[in-house]
């Protein structure tokens, strides 16, 4: 209680004082903010910084890209696990590589706006990443730039929307029978 | 050709796997020169089909041919377009989605308890890995660790799996080459290892087996007497095997140095399991990155020399030899024990305690209504399945169901390798490459 009491009386000075206590800075790795989950590492990246990120990556010994996929956050109610200035956005590009000398993971989240879905490709220092890339824009609509066929791959070419996301309702296609009276 | 003769099978030791990154660099830019694959639109292709005059720099005579979905040895509903050249294959694009049925979308909906459900439907030959990583990724994410027991019968039951799935290449490896014998004793002997899954969880597959956890049911009573006999023919069988195709000049001519990849070209292209260690990377998720009790036991990851199809085959045909050293230890070490994790919030009560125990028939209502909650957070998860590296990209708000549910699935991406294999190789070696990848088509799609 004592202790309590003076503490509150030693802040008064400190308070009028002009600095106040800064935010912690985020903590780096390869120059990108880093945060752990589970246990696991993630970076967050800026969309400029993303494909020269990867490229340090790549030379840092995470040659495989193993993983590469879409999230839609719409409407989460939960938080977003983001370091200190890093904007949660709607959509989130998510790369999951793998360092074979020091088995070893590492993964990238990407935040993508919703009113700006477009990401720069990384196929081109990771060709196995090509069909992840076509996939995550089928499902979720987010354009890759520089991606050599930007095409669907999943769904069919003339199809409309993207059913990963999340106001893609599914069997909101009305089902015809034919003959049926309608 | 007589090159045949002298050359080994596969390379049974652990080198470390090792390259670097200038190696890397000049795989990335062969891969880019070479240009293999056909950037073409699936429509375009259709209507593009058939003879094309010489172009005017006169490069040859094209023709664009579709080959599939509806071809027999196309493993399911794969397109391949090939651009050829005379009989040559100049450029290809594998075409896929036939088989897409929204399995990540049905995974949002479905509960953390329903969810094996969904997935074990993916790679339908290797279903057990499926409801693994699924289980292994939801319980990440709950933060807990199954029971000894679990974890070895978890080991067991995959390594089975394993067998049974290898078995289902030898069969459709050997009927897309022509040695259609081998199509009957392949089904015969996975037939075998199915009976025994099916003894064990119920069904032959898509077992829901595996669950967030725990497993579904101890092993049954017996199931020594009926996995010790089926082990120990095994070995006989295979070297009937070997009597059929590995030695065969015919065999081997028809698979040695046919759709060869390197090995940085493998990790530029993300290809992981056999069409991987098939160039002598020496990369197996049991070995190093230990998940269950893989650990504990002794196995050696089989390396191949050449990467092309012949050491794909061998790989596969070696690596059932290396389950059932697995499997035999898994029956010796087997500890007693509960076989599901005893937290009254994840696993449903034993049904006896539902006629005495109101809080034990609240629970069981609480978890086959609404599911059990997970806590919020995002992990990714990986096993080694027959074909590579199986990862699940996990998001959870906390509530019952998973946000996202990512299957990072082996064949989809072993299947981007396939342009640059056929590269340059006769259309009557197209089967056998394609073959020798093994895609399962439902892992493709999802």
Not at chain 1, 71 to 76: A, F, I, R, S
Not at chain 1, 93 to 106: A, F, P
Not at chain 2, 220 to 237: A, F, I, S, T, Y
Not at chain 2, 344 to 353: I, L, M, S
């Amino acid at each position: 209680m004592a202790d309590q009491d003076a503490t509150v009386v030693d802040d008064g000075p400190d308070a009028a004082e002009p600095a106040p206590e800064p935010t912690p800075e985020p903590e780096l790795l390869f120059g990108v903010p880093v945060t752990t989950m589970r246990g696991q590492v993630v970076l967050h990246p800026d969309r400029d910084g993303y494909v020269a990120l990867v490229e340090r990556l790549r030379s840092a010994g995470y040659w495989m890209c193993v993983d590469l996929c879409g999230v839609d956050y719409l409407g989460h109610p939960a938080g977003r696990w983001l370091p200190d200035g890093v904007t949660a956005e709607r959509f989130e590009v998510v790369l999951n590589l793998l360092n074979h000398t020091e088995h070893s993971r590492i993964r990238v989240r990407l935040q993508v706006p919703a009113d700006d879905p477009v990401v720069p490709t990384i196929s081109h220092l990771h060709p196995g990443v090509s069909n992840h890339e076509r996939e995550t824009f089928d499902l979720f609509g987010i354009a890759f730039d520089g991606h050599p066929d930007p095409s669907r791959i999943l769904m069919p070419p003339g199809w409309v929307g993207h059913p990963l996301r999340k106001d893609d309702a599914p069997a909101r296609i009305p089902v015809q029978f034919k003959g049926a009276a309608s | 050709m007589s090159t045949t003769a002298d050359r080994p099978d596969v390379v049974v030791e652990t080198p470390s796997a090792a390259t670097d990154l200038a190696a890397l660099d000049s795989a990335l830019e062969r891969l880019r020169r070479d240009g293999a694959t056909l950037e073409m639109s699936e429509t375009e292709a259709e209507e593009q089909a058939g003879y094309h005059v010489p172009a005017e720099e006169g490069v040859g005579e094209r023709m664009l041919l579709n080959m599939g979905p509806q071809h027999p040895s196309t493993h399911g509903v794969l397109r391949l377009v090939l651009e050829m050249d005379g009989e040559l294959i100049t450029r290809s694009k594998p075409v896929i989605g036939y088989l897409h049925t929204g399995m990540e979308k049905t995974g949002e909906q479905l509960t953390y308890l329903q969810g094996p459900t969904n997935v074990t439907r993916m790679d339908y030959a290797a279903p057990l890995f499926n409801e693994l990583v699924f289980s292994l990724a939801t319980e990440e994410l709950l933060g807990i660790e199954v029971p000894e027991r679990a974890q070895w019968i978890r080991t067991l039951m995959c390594e089975v799996n394993r067998l049974s799935s290898h078995l289902l290449f030898m069969a459709t490896n050997g009927m897309d080459l022509g040695a259609v014998g081998m199509m009957i004793y392949g089904w015969r002997e996975r037939e075998e290892l199915l009976r025994f899954l099916e003894l064990v969880t119920g069904l032959r597959m898509n077992h829901n087996y595996i669950r967030p956890g725990g497993v579904a049911v101890d092993m049954p009573d017996g199931w020594r007497e009926h996995l010790g006999p089926l082990l120990d023919v095994l070995p006989e069988r295979l070297e009937e095997f070997d009597v059929l195709m590995t030695g065969q000049p015919i065999w081997r001519e028809r698979l040695q140095g046919v759709g060869t990849i390197t090995a940085e070209e493998a990790i530029s292209l993300g290809a992981t399991g056999p069409l991987l260690r098939s160039t002598g990377y020496a990369w197996d998720l049991r070995r190093d990155m230990p998940y269950l009790r893989y650990d504990q036991v002794d196995f050696d990851v089989v390396v191949g020399t050449y990467g092309d199809s012949f050491d794909r085959y061998a790989i596969r045909l070696a690596e059932i030899r290396e389950s059932i050293r697995i499997i035999r230890q898994c029956m010796d070490k087997m500890p007693d024990g509960d076989y599901r994790i005893q937290d009254k919030k994840v696993t449903p009560p034993p049904r006896a305690r539902i006629d005495e125990s109101m809080e034990a028939l609240i629970h069981h209502f609480k978890i086959f209504t609404e599911g059990f909650k997970v806590p919020e957070g995002e992990v990714y998860v990986a096993v080694e399945n027959p074909r590579g590296e199986l990862g699940c990209y996990m998001v959870s708000d906390g509530s019952s169901n998973p946000v996202r549910m990512h299957i990072r699935g082996p064949s989809f991406v072993n299947l981007q390798s396939l342009p640059h294999l056929m590269k340059d190789s006769l259309i009557a070696d197209t089967v056998a490459i394609v073959s020798s990848v093994d895609p399962i088509m439902g892992d493709v799609d999802r």
